[in-house]
Protein backbone atom coordinates (compact mmCIF):
# COMPACT_ATOMS: atom_id res chain seq x y z
CA UNK A 1 0.00 0.00 0.00
CA UNK A 2 1.32 3.42 -1.04
CA UNK A 3 1.05 5.80 2.20
CA UNK A 4 -0.88 8.98 1.46
CA UNK A 5 0.25 12.33 1.09
CA UNK A 6 -0.04 14.05 4.30
CA UNK A 7 -0.21 17.26 2.21
CA UNK A 8 -3.50 16.18 0.78
CA UNK A 9 -5.05 14.91 3.91
CA UNK A 10 -8.97 14.62 3.72
CA UNK A 11 -10.07 13.67 7.04
CA UNK A 12 -13.74 14.45 7.12
CA UNK A 13 -16.44 14.16 10.10
CA UNK A 14 -20.32 14.52 9.95
CA UNK A 15 -21.28 17.05 12.54
CA UNK A 16 -24.39 18.84 13.58
CA UNK A 17 -25.14 21.74 14.69
CA UNK A 18 -26.30 20.86 18.56
CA UNK A 19 -22.80 19.33 19.09
CA UNK A 20 -21.26 22.88 19.42
CA UNK A 21 -24.02 24.31 22.02
CA UNK A 22 -23.44 20.80 24.10
CA UNK A 23 -19.76 20.80 23.90
CA UNK A 24 -18.78 24.27 23.29
CA UNK A 25 -16.84 24.77 19.86
CA UNK A 26 -13.25 24.50 21.57
CA UNK A 27 -14.41 21.68 22.67
CA UNK A 28 -15.46 19.65 19.99
CA UNK A 29 -12.76 21.00 17.47
CA UNK A 30 -10.07 19.95 20.13
CA UNK A 31 -11.33 16.96 20.26
CA UNK A 32 -11.58 16.03 16.65
CA UNK A 33 -8.34 17.54 16.10
CA UNK A 34 -6.29 16.07 18.24
CA UNK A 35 -7.87 13.25 19.36
CA UNK A 36 -8.66 11.88 16.15
CA UNK A 37 -7.15 13.44 13.07
CA UNK A 38 -9.95 15.28 11.28
CA UNK A 39 -9.29 18.41 9.16
CA UNK A 40 -13.14 18.64 7.21
CA UNK A 41 -15.99 19.46 9.15
CA UNK A 42 -19.18 18.70 7.65
CA UNK A 43 -21.98 20.52 8.99
CA UNK A 44 -25.16 20.29 8.96
CA UNK A 45 -27.28 23.63 8.06
CA UNK A 46 -30.42 23.13 6.84
CA UNK A 47 -32.70 19.66 7.96
CA UNK A 48 -35.51 18.75 9.79
CA UNK A 49 -33.86 15.15 9.84
CA UNK A 50 -32.27 14.44 13.92
CA UNK A 51 -29.49 12.64 11.97
CA UNK A 52 -28.37 16.06 10.21
CA UNK A 53 -28.67 18.48 12.61
CA UNK A 54 -29.57 16.85 16.12
CA UNK A 55 -28.36 14.28 19.06
CA UNK A 56 -28.47 10.56 18.49
CA UNK A 57 -31.54 9.41 16.43
CA UNK A 58 -31.16 5.69 18.10
CA UNK A 59 -29.99 5.94 21.73
CA UNK A 60 -32.95 3.49 22.49
CA UNK A 61 -31.01 0.76 20.97
CA UNK A 62 -27.12 1.90 20.96
CA UNK A 63 -27.52 4.28 24.04
CA UNK A 64 -25.83 7.69 24.85
CA UNK A 65 -22.18 8.25 22.98
CA UNK A 66 -19.61 8.94 25.74
CA UNK A 67 -19.63 12.88 25.06
CA UNK A 68 -22.42 15.47 24.90
CA UNK A 69 -25.82 16.02 26.53
CA UNK A 70 -27.23 12.34 27.33
CA UNK A 71 -30.67 13.17 26.53
CA UNK A 72 -32.86 13.64 23.84
CA UNK A 73 -32.91 16.38 21.50
CA UNK A 74 -36.71 17.97 20.70
CA UNK A 75 -35.61 19.34 17.31
CA UNK A 76 -37.71 21.56 15.55
CA UNK A 77 -35.51 21.74 12.31
CA UNK A 78 -35.33 24.30 9.26
CA UNK A 79 -31.89 26.74 8.88
CA UNK A 80 -28.93 26.81 11.46
CA UNK A 81 -27.70 29.98 10.02
CA UNK A 82 -29.06 33.39 9.40
CA UNK A 83 -30.76 33.25 5.85
CA UNK A 84 -30.08 36.45 3.38
CA UNK A 85 -33.72 37.34 2.18
CA UNK A 86 -32.49 38.56 -0.71
CA UNK A 87 -32.09 35.19 -1.88
CA UNK A 88 -35.36 34.00 -1.38
CA UNK A 89 -37.50 36.23 -3.48
CA UNK A 90 -38.56 33.64 -6.30
CA UNK A 91 -39.28 31.07 -3.48
CA UNK A 92 -42.40 31.23 -1.23
CA UNK A 93 -40.18 29.33 1.46
CA UNK A 94 -38.72 32.20 3.15
CA UNK A 95 -39.61 32.10 6.75
CA UNK A 96 -37.58 28.48 7.52
CA UNK A 97 -35.38 29.77 10.59
CA UNK A 98 -34.66 27.10 12.80
CA UNK A 99 -36.95 27.96 16.10
CA UNK A 100 -34.82 25.49 18.55
CA UNK A 101 -34.32 27.79 21.27
CA UNK A 102 -30.93 25.89 22.23
CA UNK A 103 -29.79 27.81 18.87
CA UNK A 104 -31.76 31.21 19.26
CA UNK A 105 -29.31 33.94 18.13
CA UNK A 106 -26.53 31.78 16.88
CA UNK A 107 -25.81 31.43 13.71
CA UNK A 108 -23.87 28.41 13.05
CA UNK A 109 -21.42 29.23 10.22
CA UNK A 110 -20.89 32.39 11.89
CA UNK A 111 -20.11 30.56 15.31
CA UNK A 112 -17.92 27.79 13.42
CA UNK A 113 -15.42 28.89 11.19
CA UNK A 114 -14.10 31.42 12.62
CA UNK A 115 -12.34 28.95 15.13
CA UNK A 116 -12.36 26.24 12.53
CA UNK A 117 -9.64 28.39 10.37
CA UNK A 118 -7.68 28.95 13.19
CA UNK A 119 -6.91 25.57 13.62
CA UNK A 120 -6.46 24.92 9.98
CA UNK A 121 -9.67 23.09 9.53
CA UNK A 122 -11.98 23.17 6.25
CA UNK A 123 -15.82 23.81 6.83
CA UNK A 124 -18.13 22.14 4.35
CA UNK A 125 -21.76 23.13 4.34
CA UNK A 126 -23.53 19.86 4.36
CA UNK A 127 -26.97 19.47 2.63
CA UNK A 128 -29.30 16.50 2.35
CA UNK A 129 -33.03 15.88 -0.05
CA UNK A 130 -34.79 14.75 1.82
CA UNK A 131 -34.79 17.75 4.03
CA UNK A 132 -37.63 16.53 6.21
CA UNK A 133 -40.13 13.40 6.73
CA UNK A 134 -37.48 11.23 5.78
CA UNK A 135 -38.14 7.66 7.22
CA UNK A 136 -35.07 6.04 9.46
CA UNK A 137 -33.64 9.87 9.71
CA UNK A 138 -35.44 10.85 12.93
CA UNK A 139 -37.39 13.45 11.41
CA UNK A 140 -38.79 16.76 12.95
CA UNK A 141 -42.53 16.25 14.29
CA UNK A 142 -43.56 19.22 12.08
CA UNK A 143 -42.59 21.40 9.43
CA UNK A 144 -43.71 25.08 9.99
CA UNK A 145 -43.37 25.93 6.50
CA UNK A 146 -46.67 27.67 5.00
CA UNK A 147 -47.95 26.25 1.61
CA UNK A 148 -45.52 23.89 1.64
CA UNK A 149 -48.20 21.50 0.57
CA UNK A 150 -48.47 23.19 -2.86
CA UNK A 151 -45.39 21.87 -3.65
CA UNK A 152 -45.85 17.84 -3.01
CA UNK A 153 -45.61 15.84 -5.53
CA UNK A 154 -49.16 14.17 -7.06
CA UNK A 155 -49.05 10.39 -7.85
CA UNK A 156 -50.27 8.65 -10.43
CA UNK A 157 -53.92 8.59 -9.32
CA UNK A 158 -53.79 12.01 -8.74
CA UNK A 159 -53.44 12.42 -4.33
CA UNK A 160 -51.04 14.72 -3.29
CA UNK A 161 -47.86 12.77 -2.04
CA UNK A 162 -45.43 13.59 1.13
CA UNK A 163 -42.57 14.59 -0.82
CA UNK A 164 -42.09 17.95 -2.23
CA UNK A 165 -41.97 17.87 -6.34
CA UNK A 166 -38.34 18.79 -7.31
CA UNK A 167 -39.94 20.57 -10.15
CA UNK A 168 -41.73 22.75 -8.44
CA UNK A 169 -40.29 26.16 -9.29
CA UNK A 170 -40.99 27.30 -5.48
CA UNK A 171 -39.38 24.51 -4.02
CA UNK A 172 -36.43 23.94 -7.08
CA UNK A 173 -35.63 27.81 -6.52
CA UNK A 174 -35.51 26.81 -2.68
CA UNK A 175 -33.12 24.46 -3.18
CA UNK A 176 -31.27 26.75 -5.30
CA UNK A 177 -31.32 29.57 -2.86
CA UNK A 178 -29.59 27.88 0.23
CA UNK A 179 -26.97 27.10 -1.65
CA UNK A 180 -25.82 31.02 -3.15
CA UNK A 181 -26.86 32.16 0.09
CA UNK A 182 -24.08 30.42 1.93
CA UNK A 183 -21.72 30.30 -0.63
CA UNK A 184 -21.64 34.00 -0.95
CA UNK A 185 -22.02 35.19 2.89
CA UNK A 186 -19.81 32.76 4.44
CA UNK A 187 -15.90 32.12 3.98
CA UNK A 188 -16.81 27.90 3.30
CA UNK A 189 -13.82 25.72 2.12
CA UNK A 190 -16.80 23.50 -0.30
CA UNK A 191 -19.88 22.51 -0.09
CA UNK A 192 -21.59 18.28 0.18
CA UNK A 193 -24.56 17.77 -1.55
CA UNK A 194 -26.75 14.37 -1.01
CA UNK A 195 -29.83 13.64 -3.13
CA UNK A 196 -31.58 10.34 -1.95
CA UNK A 197 -34.62 10.62 -3.47
CA UNK A 198 -37.08 7.64 -4.88
CA UNK A 199 -37.88 6.91 -8.48
CA UNK A 200 -41.01 6.09 -9.57
CA UNK A 201 -39.71 2.56 -10.36
CA UNK A 202 -38.10 2.73 -6.31
CA UNK A 203 -41.46 3.89 -5.13
CA UNK A 204 -43.06 0.82 -7.08
CA UNK A 205 -41.34 -1.69 -5.99
CA UNK A 206 -41.33 -0.17 -2.56
CA UNK A 207 -45.22 -0.33 -2.10
CA UNK A 208 -46.17 2.80 -3.31
CA UNK A 209 -48.38 4.34 -6.05
CA UNK A 210 -45.49 6.21 -7.91
CA UNK A 211 -45.60 10.28 -8.81
CA UNK A 212 -44.29 12.72 -9.82
CA UNK A 213 -47.22 13.88 -12.04
CA UNK A 214 -47.69 16.91 -10.73
CA UNK A 215 -48.15 20.27 -13.35
CA UNK A 216 -44.31 21.39 -12.83
CA UNK A 217 -43.67 18.00 -13.59
CA UNK A 218 -46.13 17.37 -16.38
CA UNK A 219 -45.07 20.66 -18.39
CA UNK A 220 -41.53 19.60 -18.35
CA UNK A 221 -41.77 16.02 -19.58
CA UNK A 222 -44.56 17.80 -22.62
CA UNK A 223 -41.61 20.00 -23.26
CA UNK A 224 -39.32 16.79 -23.68
CA UNK A 225 -41.88 15.20 -26.05
CA UNK A 226 -43.30 12.87 -23.52
CA UNK A 227 -46.57 11.69 -23.82
CA UNK A 228 -47.86 11.97 -19.96
CA UNK A 229 -50.88 10.37 -20.30
CA UNK A 230 -49.37 7.18 -21.78
CA UNK A 231 -46.73 7.38 -19.07
CA UNK A 232 -49.19 7.94 -16.12
CA UNK A 233 -51.33 4.52 -17.76
CA UNK A 234 -48.27 2.56 -17.80
CA UNK A 235 -47.10 3.42 -14.31
CA UNK A 236 -50.57 1.93 -12.82
CA UNK A 237 -50.39 -0.93 -15.11
CA UNK A 238 -46.83 -1.28 -13.34
CA UNK A 239 -48.04 -0.61 -9.72
CA UNK A 240 -50.98 -3.02 -9.77
CA UNK A 241 -48.50 -5.52 -10.86
CA UNK A 242 -46.55 -4.91 -8.25
CA UNK A 243 -48.99 -4.57 -5.30
CA UNK A 244 -50.60 -8.22 -6.75
CA UNK A 245 -46.60 -9.72 -6.04
CA UNK A 246 -46.30 -8.16 -2.47
CA UNK A 247 -49.88 -9.62 -2.17
CA UNK A 248 -48.93 -12.77 -2.84
CA UNK A 249 -51.32 -13.42 -6.16
CA UNK A 250 -50.57 -16.20 -8.23
CA UNK A 251 -49.29 -15.59 -11.80
CA UNK A 252 -49.23 -18.24 -14.74
CA UNK A 253 -45.67 -17.53 -15.66
CA UNK A 254 -44.45 -16.54 -12.32
CA UNK A 255 -43.73 -13.47 -11.07
CA UNK A 256 -40.51 -12.54 -12.72
CA UNK A 257 -41.81 -13.40 -16.32
CA UNK A 258 -44.79 -10.88 -15.23
CA UNK A 259 -42.57 -8.38 -14.50
CA UNK A 260 -40.76 -8.66 -17.76
CA UNK A 261 -44.33 -8.95 -19.87
CA UNK A 262 -45.65 -6.08 -17.96
CA UNK A 263 -42.63 -3.85 -18.89
CA UNK A 264 -42.52 -5.03 -22.40
CA UNK A 265 -46.65 -3.78 -22.53
CA UNK A 266 -45.92 -0.68 -20.69
CA UNK A 267 -42.55 0.71 -22.37
CA UNK A 268 -43.81 4.13 -21.23
CA UNK A 269 -42.65 2.74 -17.37
CA UNK A 270 -38.87 3.37 -18.46
CA UNK A 271 -39.73 6.61 -20.27
CA UNK A 272 -41.08 7.96 -17.27
CA UNK A 273 -38.38 6.77 -14.85
CA UNK A 274 -35.71 7.82 -17.45
CA UNK A 275 -37.64 11.47 -17.25
CA UNK A 276 -37.75 11.41 -13.55
CA UNK A 277 -34.48 10.47 -13.43
CA UNK A 278 -32.76 13.21 -15.71
CA UNK A 279 -34.45 15.63 -13.74
CA UNK A 280 -32.96 14.34 -10.68
CA UNK A 281 -29.92 14.56 -11.79
CA UNK A 282 -30.37 17.91 -13.24
CA UNK A 283 -31.02 19.07 -9.79
CA UNK A 284 -26.97 18.34 -8.86
CA UNK A 285 -26.21 19.66 -12.38
CA UNK A 286 -27.92 23.15 -11.81
CA UNK A 287 -26.46 23.14 -7.95
CA UNK A 288 -22.79 22.35 -9.22
CA UNK A 289 -23.07 25.31 -11.61
CA UNK A 290 -24.39 27.22 -9.04
CA UNK A 291 -21.61 26.99 -6.69
CA UNK A 292 -19.14 27.10 -9.55
CA UNK A 293 -20.57 30.49 -11.24
CA UNK A 294 -20.35 31.83 -7.34
CA UNK A 295 -17.29 30.61 -6.47
CA UNK A 296 -15.22 28.90 -9.32
CA UNK A 297 -12.66 27.30 -6.94
CA UNK A 298 -15.05 26.19 -4.34
CA UNK A 299 -15.28 22.35 -4.47
CA UNK A 300 -18.51 20.51 -4.49
CA UNK A 301 -19.18 17.03 -3.77
CA UNK A 302 -21.29 14.40 -3.90
CA UNK A 303 -22.24 12.46 -0.99
CA UNK A 304 -23.77 8.99 -2.97
CA UNK A 305 -26.76 6.87 -1.44
CA UNK A 306 -25.12 3.01 -0.39
CA UNK A 307 -28.51 2.15 -2.14
CA UNK A 308 -27.08 2.98 -5.62
CA UNK A 309 -24.73 0.18 -5.10
CA UNK A 310 -27.28 -2.44 -3.49
CA UNK A 311 -29.62 -2.09 -6.45
CA UNK A 312 -29.69 -3.37 -9.60
CA UNK A 313 -31.39 -0.58 -11.43
CA UNK A 314 -30.02 2.15 -9.39
CA UNK A 315 -26.35 0.64 -10.07
CA UNK A 316 -27.16 0.91 -13.67
CA UNK A 317 -28.60 4.40 -13.76
CA UNK A 318 -25.92 5.98 -11.23
CA UNK A 319 -22.24 5.75 -12.85
CA UNK A 320 -19.35 7.12 -11.40
CA UNK A 321 -18.09 8.62 -14.88
CA UNK A 322 -21.29 10.57 -15.31
CA UNK A 323 -21.20 12.04 -12.15
CA UNK A 324 -17.67 13.30 -12.26
CA UNK A 325 -19.16 16.04 -14.50
CA UNK A 326 -21.07 17.87 -11.97
CA UNK A 327 -18.40 16.86 -8.83
CA UNK A 328 -15.17 17.53 -7.80
CA UNK A 329 -15.05 14.33 -5.30
CA UNK A 330 -17.44 11.82 -4.40
CA UNK A 331 -18.39 10.07 -1.08
CA UNK A 332 -19.56 6.63 -1.52
CA UNK A 333 -21.62 5.76 1.71
CA UNK A 334 -20.34 2.72 3.25
CA UNK A 335 -21.76 2.22 6.87
CA UNK A 336 -20.02 -1.26 7.08
CA UNK A 337 -21.70 -2.51 10.70
CA UNK A 338 -25.00 -0.80 9.53
CA UNK A 339 -24.94 -1.59 5.97
CA UNK A 340 -25.68 -5.03 6.71
CA UNK A 341 -29.50 -4.80 7.66
CA UNK A 342 -29.71 -1.84 4.76
CA UNK A 343 -28.28 -4.54 2.04
CA UNK A 344 -30.89 -7.10 3.95
CA UNK A 345 -33.75 -4.74 3.11
CA UNK A 346 -32.74 -3.56 -0.29
CA UNK A 347 -33.02 -7.34 -1.36
CA UNK A 348 -35.97 -7.70 0.77
CA UNK A 349 -37.97 -5.11 -1.91
CA UNK A 350 -36.85 -7.76 -4.66
CA UNK A 351 -37.56 -10.59 -2.96
CA UNK A 352 -41.39 -9.87 -1.92
CA UNK A 353 -41.97 -8.66 -5.73
CA UNK A 354 -39.81 -10.27 -8.98
CA UNK A 355 -38.05 -12.23 -7.84
CA UNK A 356 -40.11 -13.67 -4.47
CA UNK A 357 -41.20 -16.89 -6.36
CA UNK A 358 -36.94 -17.68 -5.94
CA UNK A 359 -35.26 -19.19 -3.07
CA UNK A 360 -34.25 -15.86 -1.09
CA UNK A 361 -31.00 -16.93 0.19
CA UNK A 362 -29.88 -18.25 -3.44
CA UNK A 363 -31.44 -15.09 -5.12
CA UNK A 364 -29.35 -12.59 -2.91
CA UNK A 365 -26.23 -14.54 -3.36
CA UNK A 366 -26.92 -13.93 -6.94
CA UNK A 367 -27.32 -10.71 -6.67
CA UNK A 368 -24.45 -10.09 -4.03
CA UNK A 369 -22.18 -11.50 -6.84
CA UNK A 370 -23.95 -9.56 -9.61
CA UNK A 371 -23.19 -6.06 -7.73
CA UNK A 372 -20.13 -7.52 -5.52
CA UNK A 373 -20.91 -6.44 -2.13
CA UNK A 374 -19.33 -9.74 -0.41
CA UNK A 375 -21.88 -9.99 2.22
CA UNK A 376 -22.37 -12.65 4.71
CA UNK A 377 -26.00 -15.26 4.02
CA UNK A 378 -29.05 -14.28 3.92
CA UNK A 379 -29.47 -15.40 7.60
CA UNK A 380 -26.56 -13.67 8.69
CA UNK A 381 -25.97 -10.46 7.33
CA UNK A 382 -28.01 -8.38 10.09
CA UNK A 383 -26.04 -9.53 12.67
CA UNK A 384 -22.79 -9.61 11.10
CA UNK A 385 -23.15 -6.76 8.92
CA UNK A 386 -20.42 -6.06 5.91
CA UNK A 387 -16.79 -6.90 6.77
CA UNK A 388 -14.78 -3.29 5.60
CA UNK A 389 -12.02 -5.62 4.36
CA UNK A 390 -14.24 -6.77 1.51
CA UNK A 391 -17.25 -4.32 1.56
CA UNK A 392 -15.29 -0.65 1.82
CA UNK A 393 -12.06 -1.72 0.09
CA UNK A 394 -14.48 -2.72 -2.99
CA UNK A 395 -16.73 -0.50 -2.98
CA UNK A 396 -13.49 2.54 -2.43
CA UNK A 397 -11.70 0.39 -5.78
CA UNK A 398 -15.02 0.36 -8.10
CA UNK A 399 -15.86 3.99 -7.60
CA UNK A 400 -11.82 5.22 -8.16
CA UNK A 401 -12.48 2.83 -11.08
CA UNK A 402 -15.49 4.50 -12.11
CA UNK A 403 -14.43 8.43 -11.34
CA UNK A 404 -11.16 7.71 -14.23
CA UNK A 405 -9.38 9.60 -12.36
CA UNK A 406 -11.33 13.00 -13.19
CA UNK A 407 -12.59 13.12 -9.09
CA UNK A 408 -11.63 12.46 -5.51
CA UNK A 409 -12.92 9.67 -3.81
CA UNK A 410 -13.66 10.29 -0.01
CA UNK A 411 -14.71 7.22 1.59
CA UNK A 412 -18.16 7.73 3.69
CA UNK A 413 -17.31 5.16 6.77
CA UNK A 414 -19.67 4.73 9.77
CA UNK A 415 -18.80 5.21 12.97
CA UNK A 416 -22.08 4.20 15.03
CA UNK A 417 -24.45 4.45 12.48
CA UNK A 418 -27.77 3.87 14.03
CA UNK A 419 -28.98 0.70 14.51
CA UNK A 420 -32.87 -0.66 13.83
CA UNK A 421 -32.43 -4.33 15.19
CA UNK A 422 -31.50 -5.18 18.57
CA UNK A 423 -29.49 -7.82 17.02
CA UNK A 424 -27.96 -5.41 14.08
CA UNK A 425 -24.03 -5.65 13.69
CA UNK A 426 -22.74 -2.32 16.02
CA UNK A 427 -19.40 -0.65 15.46
CA UNK A 428 -16.20 -1.09 17.04
CA UNK A 429 -12.90 0.50 17.45
CA UNK A 430 -11.32 -2.60 15.17
CA UNK A 431 -14.07 -2.04 12.39
CA UNK A 432 -13.34 1.70 12.52
CA UNK A 433 -9.73 1.51 11.60
CA UNK A 434 -9.88 -1.53 9.34
CA UNK A 435 -12.52 1.05 7.23
CA UNK A 436 -10.06 3.58 7.47
CA UNK A 437 -7.08 0.88 6.00
CA UNK A 438 -9.39 -0.61 3.58
CA UNK A 439 -9.97 2.90 2.36
CA UNK A 440 -6.07 3.86 1.64
CA UNK A 441 -5.44 0.61 0.46
CA UNK A 442 -7.53 0.91 -2.67
CA UNK A 443 -6.13 3.89 -3.28
CA UNK A 444 -9.39 6.06 -1.74
CA UNK A 445 -7.90 9.87 -1.52
CA UNK A 446 -9.88 10.25 1.97
CA UNK A 447 -12.56 9.26 4.39
CA UNK A 448 -15.70 10.97 5.74
CA UNK A 449 -16.95 10.02 9.16
CA UNK A 450 -20.65 9.60 9.06
CA UNK A 451 -23.26 10.14 9.61
CA UNK A 452 -23.11 12.33 13.06
CA UNK A 453 -20.41 13.15 15.60
CA UNK A 454 -23.40 13.74 18.04
CA UNK A 455 -23.68 9.52 17.67
CA UNK A 456 -20.19 8.55 17.67
CA UNK A 457 -18.51 7.25 20.38
CA UNK A 458 -15.33 8.37 20.72
CA UNK A 459 -13.69 5.35 21.78
CA UNK A 460 -14.59 3.74 18.57
CA UNK A 461 -12.98 7.45 16.34
CA UNK A 462 -9.83 6.00 18.58
CA UNK A 463 -9.96 3.40 16.16
CA UNK A 464 -10.14 5.73 13.20
CA UNK A 465 -7.10 7.79 14.96
CA UNK A 466 -4.77 4.59 15.44
CA UNK A 467 -5.00 3.92 11.66
CA UNK A 468 -4.69 7.76 10.46
CA UNK A 469 -1.47 7.73 12.59
CA UNK A 470 -0.25 4.44 11.27
CA UNK A 471 -0.96 6.28 7.60
CA UNK A 472 1.07 9.18 8.64
CA UNK A 473 -1.84 11.51 8.86
CA UNK A 474 -2.17 12.08 12.51
Known amino acids: MTRPDPSEKFVGIQVSPISFIDEGVDAVLDTLQNRVGVNVLMLGTVSWLGLKTGRSISHALDGWPDHGVPEPFTMKGGAYFDPDP ?32 KRGMKVFPELMEPFFKYAGHGSASAVDIPNLATCMEIDCFGRRRDEPSTSNP ?19 DGMMWCNERNSPLDQMMQGQAPGDFSDAARVEALARGIDVEACRRACIAMYEFMQAAIAGEEFDDGAFITF ?47 RNHFNIFRRAQWPWAEQTMYSDWVKPITYQHQSGEIWHKEFGFFGKTILRDHDQAAAMQVMDSILGIGGAPLDRVIQEGLDPDTYVFRQCADALRGVHGKAKVYMGLGIDAPRVRADQAVCTPDIAYRSVMATYRAGGHGVVLSPNYASMKLTNLDGVAQALTELGLK
Open 86 to 117: RYYSKTLIKDFRAQDPEMAGIDILDLVIPEAH
Open 170 to 188: DYRNWMHAIVEDQVRNHDI
Open 260 to 306: IRTLLAHPEVLIWERFWLERNKDLDRELYGLVKWCKPSLPFGLNVWN
